[in-house]
């Protein structure tokens, strides 16, 4: 219990100090290069909705099963070689998965052209960070989409795999890394095939059930969590009870309809996806304008968030091992 306090503890801070080094080899790049791979391969040979539906689920047991497995299997060869390049390993592996300064800086690097108004590179920039189609934003628009990205990946690439970590924590055997990498090569398998459209109707339906699944607790927890965070915690489930199910995603409208009410903003909307019009429902009351102070501070709700769980978990672990 103690290994793995310590393995949280140093995962967070590595990931608040040093985040995602663009040079370095991450493992959901080699996530991404499977899967690409595999749903290459399916679509060659799988011709109908069943075999492809099948193929699915082989793909996503292959990731998601695989992911735990390799990284409990590098930890406990680096572990046999000396405990500390175990600690090491395992460290690094965990932080892979945590991306709470990614998500600060991919939000500032949009935020500091649109300071000067400089909207054609905040554009271009925002394209990089999201699917709709970016050319003809306004300010607004810019913000806003950058807001339903802080808000929405705060769930899924921050606090489900703290979740998940936390989880394997308490369970010797597995420990913090396997379960999260676990988790996030469901949460990749779906950012990459999860879309009811062609190619991927079929294919990718499975993955995308079991992020929807995985990413369920971890969610309404995260909005209890920012509820109480925010001192007003009716007024915010009122505001997600009364929004959040209109979301076609299970999850993502919860999350982002937390901030809004937390932040007196409105989220959702009318967006571009290659030309074709989708419009989201709205979430939230429209009290105040969308800021890059909203965004500053929903980047630091969700900080607070990571830190309380995070503390409370360390603290659990530490009084197991002394007891």
């Known amino acids: 219990m103690f290994y793995s306090a310590v393995i949280l503890i140093l995962a967070a801070s590595l990931d608040y100090s040093i985040g995602d080094p663009w040079n370095w080899l991450h493992p959901v790049q080699v996530m991404g290069w499977l899967i ?5 391969l399916a679509q060659k040979y799988c011709h109908n909705s069943l075999t492809q539906r099948l193929a699915g689920i082989l793909i996503t047991a292959i990731l998601v099963i695989g992911s735990g497995v390799v990284s409990w299997l590098i930890k406990q060869s680096a572990m046999l070689i000396h405990p500390l390049l175990g600690i090491l390993i395992e460290t690094i592996l965990l932080a892979s998965c945590f991306a709470l300064k990614s998500l600060r800086i991919a ?13 054609e590179e905040a554009r271009s920039l925002l394209s990089n960070f999201v699917g709709r189609d970016t050319q003809n934003l306004t300010s607004e628009d810019i913000l806003r989409a950058v807001l339903e990205t802080v808000t929405e990946n705060a769930t ?22 396997s379960l999260a990498l676990a988790y996030k090569a469901s949460s990749t398998l779906d950012s990459m095939i ?7 109707i079929y294919i990718g339906w499975f993955s995308a059930r079991l992020e929807d ?7 309404r927890l995260t909005v209890i969590t920012l509820s109480l965070l925010s001192r007003k915690p009716l007024k915010v ?29 409105q989220m959702g909307g009318t967006n571009w996806y290659r030309g074709i019009a ?21 980047l630091q709700l969700t900080r ?8 409370g978990a360390a603290s659990l672990l530490l009084l197991t091992t002394l007891r």
Not at 240 to 257: H, I, L, V, Y
Request: charge should be neutral; hydrophobic fraction near 40%.
């Open 36 to 40: 690409s791979y595999l749903t290459k």
């Open 107 to 119: 939000a500032e690097t949009v935020l500091q052209p649109l300071k000067i108004e400089n909207i």
């Open 156 to 177: 899924d690439g921050v606090m489900a795999p703290l979740f998940y970590a936390i989880i394997g924590a308490f369970v010797p055997i597995i420990g913090p890394s």
């Open 194 to 200: 999860g879309y009811r459209e062609v190619p991927y």
């Open 213 to 219: 699944c995985l990413t369920w607790l971890p969610c």
């Open 237 to 265: 489930i009122k505001i997600c009870q009364r929004d959040a199910p209109k979301d076609a995603s299970p999850n993502s409208g919860w999350s982002e309809c937390a901030y809004a009410a937390i932040l007196g903003v």
């Open 278 to 298: 989708k419009t989201k429902p709205l979430l939230g009351d429209a009290i105040y304008p969308i800021t890059s102070d909203s965004i500053q501070t929903a």
């Open 304 to 311: 607070y968030s990571f830190l309380l769980w995070l503390g």
